[in-house]
């Protein structure tokens, strides 16, 4: 680091206006997200054998064991945790100031100092202390060290408190545990929000006690279900159950023939087109089944949302349409979550923006009060082809390069939509062409993270130029975990 000296003489904010003559970016370590605030310090830290981990706070405690355990098994250390201040600190203070999800990060030659208002800020920065470390620190096994990092004195907080991803488990199944390892790596880039799509027109993934029928062999029960929420809270990571209606529903269709108008059972579906099912809107059967459905699906979920689909019903009338969104609204209501769906919606408190051919939904969406979650599908989905020769996903959005991901902002993505409209940001993963975990990664990585930056950090913070250098250093940080990735042209690998 040639600037080393004349760094440490300058706090860089992404708050300050001036023109600075270095950023976050351009001088510090290569973290993605990019810190709201980084001012490199003098000297440097370096993790010794017989360094212990402090934490205080009982709320903290979690946390501080999941690092040790993490950095035990590249290390090889013990790393004991202790309830005293030690050579790694984190401390979860009660304050406010740095929101929720904030911390501070001081590293001296003395030690590591990571303090929050919350043990959820405290993680956060915890995703930012590993990228601190060298590369080798994500291994699964024992390696040489050293574990040093240099000095630096960082103070950070989101920009949006939702930074969403989705997987479509509908489509093609996957596993609890190849849930668990999608979320492991989300949370890494501060991802807080696992949107599943559960149902679909080729089929229904989660157990419903009073509908037996719904789910098939390859589906999570309860227990499965509550297992992915369990795992996701510990890395505060809130779960988005989406049960699609009113189209989208083949499988309920092929499940329950008095779910149909003409009570006629569906055949299953097994092909990729769109638009072609839809509930029954006039039956009151098509309520009973959604009030049930909603009632187990709220009583698994401790997260406030609720999310009901509504895309691309094709072939339900629109004045039926708003009908059933108005029913279902109520039975949200009923069982006390957050209605959200697609940018179609015509009801709820959240609305996801996806389709970049159609704005003014968005922009209907606030006008009745919504709020949004931005993913663009030409920028945000991760199911879109890198370039013509990627081996899976769809193009119907266009080829979505690193730099296609990267390079937007969502207050500016769709005219009309401001900072205070949107919640947040979510990059979908859609399955129709995916069927394996290493396919899954192949896509999400490196676009994932990304888009967990979009996110998290100021606008001002970041650039194309300082986010694909950057981005470079997490590709043996991968290779370290295993992650299948694409190595894209556009990124100076090293
Ligand atoms: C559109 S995005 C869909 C999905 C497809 C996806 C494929 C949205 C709300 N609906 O049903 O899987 O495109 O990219």
Redesign the pocket.
Same mark, same amino acid.
């Given at each position: 680091m040639p600037h080393r000296r004349l760094a440490a003489l300058m706090t860089v904010s992404a708050l300050a206006t001036s023109c600075a003559p270095s950023s976050p970016e351009s001088d510090g370590p290569a973290l993605v997200p990019v810190p709201a605030s980084l001012r490199v310090t003098e000297g440097s830290f370096t993790l010794a054998s017989d360094a212990r981990i402090g934490v205080r706070s009982a709320e903290g405690a979690p946390v501080a064991e999941e690092l040790a355990r993490m950095l035990r098994r590249s290390t090889g250390y013990a790393l004991p945790v202790v309830r005293e201040p030690a050579e790694i600190t984190l401390e979860v203070s009660g304050g406010q100031e740095l929101g929720r999800e904030g911390y501070t990060l001081d590293v001296t030659p003395g030690g590591v100092r990571l303090a929050a208002g919350t043990a959820e800020g405290v993680f956060r920065g915890v995703q930012t202390l590993r990228q601190l470390l060298p590369a080798a620190i994500e291994n699964p096994a024992p390696q040489p060290g050293p574990w040093t990092i240099g000095g630096v004195s960082i103070e950070d907080r989101p920009r949006f408190s939702y930074r969403g991803v989705m997987l &479509?488990v509908a489509?093609h199944f996957f596993t609890v545990e190849q849930v668990k390892r999608y979320i492991d790596l989300a949370a890494s880039y501060k991802v807080n929000v696992l949107h599943l799509h559960l149902t &679909?027109d080729q089929g229904w993934r989660i157990e419903i006690k009073s509908w037996p029928e719904l789910a098939g062999d390859d589906s999570y029960s309860q227990e499965d279900y509550r297992e992915i929420v369990r795992y996701a809270a510990e890395r505060f990571v809130t779960v988005v159950p989406e049960i699609d209606t009113p189209g989208?529903t083949n499988a309920a269709l092929a499940a329950y023939a008095e779910l149909n108008c003409d009570g006629v059972a569906r055949e299953p579906y097994e092909g990729t087109e769109?638009g072609f099912s839809s509930l029954c809107v006039d039956k009151e059967v098509t309520y009973r089944f959604l009030d049930d459905v909603v009632r187990e699906v709220a009583a698994l979920t401790p997260g406030p949302y609720l999310n009901l689909?509504g895309?691309?019903a094709h072939s339900t009338d629109p004045e039926d349409y708003e009908k059933f969104v108005a029913r279902a609204q109520q039975i949200v209501d009923t069982h006390g979550k957050r209605l959200m769906g /697609?940018a179609e919606i015509t009801s709820g408190s959240v609305a996801?923006h /996806?389709?970049p051919r159609e704005p003014d939904r968005a922009r209907a969406a606030v006008a009745r009060g919504a709020r949004l979650v931005m993913?663009p599908?030409d920028h945000a989905?991760l &199911?879109?082809k890198y370039t013509d020769s990627t081996e899976y996903g769809?193009d /119907?959005?266009g080829l979505v390069e690193v730099s296609d991901s990267y390079e937007w902002d969502p207050a500016t993505v769709v005219e009309g939509v401001g900072e205070r409209d949107i919640l947040g940001v979510e990059a979908?993963l /859609?399955t129709?062409t995916l069927a394996t975990s290493g396919a899954l990664e192949f896509m999400a990585y490196p676009r994932l993270p990304g888009i967990a930056e979009i996110g998290w950090s100021p606008a001002a913070a970041r650039s194309w130029e300082g986010y694909r250098t950057r981005l470079a250093a997490h590709g043996p940080r991968w290779s370290a975990r295993s992650v299948t990735f694409y190595r894209s042209p556009e990124i100076p690998w090293n």
């Open positions: &479509d489509r &679909d989208h769109v689909g895309d691309e /697609w996801q /996806w389709n993913s599908a989905y &199911d879109m769809l /119907w959005a979908p /859609w129709e």
